[in-house]
């Protein structure tokens, strides 16, 4: 199972302090001493070691300068950055409104030739129809205080950028949960127009749609998260609070691994259209 979202963002800064506190003590510098030595105080050299300062690309410069391990500083530098940007809170990615958080995944999107997408709460943004993105991206805005409601533009781009599903070259394969069929996100007839179009959307060559049925075993062993995979190089997951990007090729193969069995639970084909259809039924 993958490990939590937000565990492995903090497991990333701690492996980085880990590092370079194994690079003092085998040069055998004491925290004094490697302070001196980069011209700070030694609180700040506790501080990165224990994960609750990020080391500036200087700091870790000047650190592996001091223990005579300056070739491992540029890959140290760049597994920093990394974990510093993993954990990107969502106050600061919709400050300018949803439909720039839109744009900024656009041209990820464009670049993918392969998706991986497990939803246990939303239909997939790549499925939605306009009337039910804007659904989505209205709650969005009325939970996050937005000063700024522009919800209905960020749905338009929303539709746009998913036009990419009907692309030769692309492969789609999306699992949802039951439970998402009946999430009424928006009005009766946006629901309705959003249900029928999981069954021509899902037909399409380019996509597989997967619907795992309530009464399938073995739920509780699963996150609720839901994650896309770009490619085989990246992981989103997407919280409460934040969208976690994952690149770690150690991380990124769980989440691939999870894909694979979370698609062996859903049904396809005509059982996923019978599912779809009593859910448009429940509707009336």
């Known amino acids: 199972m993958p490990v939590s979202p937000s565990s492995s963002a903090q497991a990333a800064r701690e492996a980085v302090a ?76 919709v400050r300018r409104g949803l439909t720039e958080l839109q744009a900024g995944t656009a041209q990820l999107i464009r670049t993918t030739a392969r998706f991986r997408v497990y939803s246990s709460t939303l239909v997939p943004g790549l499925l939605q129809t306009e009337g039910y993105a804007a659904g989505v991206l ?60 999981l069954l021509t959307a899902g037909a399409q060559p380019t996509v597989s749609l997967g619907i795992i049925p309530a009464a399938t075993e073995l739920r509780a062993h699963w996150p609720r998260e839901t994650f896309h995979v770009y490619d085989d190089q990246l992981v989103s997951v997407e919280l409460v609070s934040a969208r976690i990007r994952i690149t770690q090729p150690s991380e990124v193969s769980l989440y691939l691994k999870a894909f694979e069995e979370l698609r062996g639970m859903a049904v396809y084909g005509a059982q996923a259209r019978e599912l779809i259809l009593r859910a448009i039924e429940s509707l009336n």
């Open 138 to 197: 209205g709650a969005a805005a009325r939970f996050r205080d937005l000063a700024v409601d522009d919800s209905a533009e960020a749905a338009r781009a929303r539709i746009d950028r998913s036009g990419v599903i009907r692309e030769a070259g692309r492969e789609v394969l999306l699992v949802i949960e039951e439970s998402v069929l009946y999430c009424q996100i928006a009005d009766t007839d946006n629901m309705a127009a959003q249900l029928g179009y």
């Open 18 to 93: 880990r590092r370079l506190r194994d690079l003092r003590k085998e040069a055998g510098l004491t925290v004094v001493a490697l302070g001196n030595a980069c011209g700070w105080h030694n609180s700040k050299t506790s501080r990165i070691e224990n994960a609750l300062t990020g080391p500036s690309a200087v700091d870790i410069r000047l650190w592996c300068a001091a223990t005579g391990a300056t070739d491992q500083a540029q890959d140290l530098i760049v597994q920093s950055v990394n974990a510093e940007s993993m954990y990107k809170e969502w106050r600061h990615q």
